[in-house]
């Protein structure tokens, strides 16, 4: 049927031909019949003679098993690929060959979950330098408030992967890595605004990090942004410029005082049990010296008793017996002779005791 002509009765297949002037436009419908015919004409005369015949056929037979061919794609190990039909997620493909219905019902969309993704907060780094940042924006990042109201320059590094490319593609904005630079910097600010400003700058600096990573992966999982963190690594934490040289006097300060305190408790590491040595000597020497003593009162107390009880039996004789026993204990070191009266009259006799005894010291000296 051509279309110019309509069915042969006058009637076109694409409706009444509005009449001339009337309100269809003031013209007749372009001849479309036409425009097709001159179309495939020229594409007859473009094919060899033995398929002009049947060419038309050909072409689209061509066309069609190529369209359907360039449904195949293939998945790689560390990647997944993302099947979107008319827009709308329909799968997720692991790794090998795999079909998809072509453009432009479906088209797939291929990432690589395991490689690792690094941003930047406070810095830039050549590897994420993307465009020229200002100083009034890395300052406007990297200075945050503590928890003792002090100003604190940070700078940090976030490490991250694709764990779930569905969500990673439709549950979050576009650039993504936007999203985790400003999820991560608030959650930085809010860590550091519970952190004390000395202790952010020095112990605690491993704590933070640990933190941070897990609450910045709690919020991602919040939002089911599809996005793994695998480390948060602070670069720099220091003081504003501005009070750096203050900063670097009261450091300076507290390596002192600390280095004072070490001294002072090395010192008393060294007294203090020298002195507890001391004390425990002396106890000990007290207390022999106690027991000695107590020993010595109870020999000459049991010796006492016991000349008391000889006395209470004889007591002439035991008065007796203590009288010389005192007078040899008395006379034993005396050099002088005591010679008694009517000893006899011309020469006295007189025997040299004192150097009997040295000779006889001697003697013995010698013989040992």
Known sequence: MAWGNGDGKGNNPWGTVPPSGGGGGGGPPPEYDDLLGNLLN???????RFLRGRGISVILVVVLVLWALSGFFKVQPAEEGVILRFGEWVRT??????????FPVERVIVLNVEEVTKTDIGFRSQ???RRRTSIAELLGESLMLTGDENIVNISFSVFWKINDAKNYLFNIQPPQTLTVKQVAESVMREIIGKTDFQSAMTEDRGPIQIAAQAKLQEVLNFYGAGILITQIQLEKVVPPAEVNEAFLDVQAAVANSESYQNEAQA?????????????????QQAEAYKE???ARAIGEASRFIAVYEQYAKAKDV???RIYLETMEEVLA????????????TGVIPYLPLPELKTRQDRSEGGGQ
Do not use: D, F, S, W
């Open 292 to 294: 000695q003593v107590i």
């Open 318 to 320: 035991t008065r007796k």
């Open 333 to 344: 070191g005396m050099t002088k002779v005591i010679v008694e009266e009517g000893a006899g």
């Open 93 to 102: 493909e692991q790794q090998g060959l795999h079909y998809h219905i072509p």
């Open 267 to 283: 010192y008393a590491n060294t007294i203090v049990p020298q002195a507890r040595g001391n004390a425990v000597r002396k106890i």
């Open 42 to 48: 020229r594409l007859r005369g473009m094919l060899p």
């Open 127 to 129: 590897e994420t330098q």
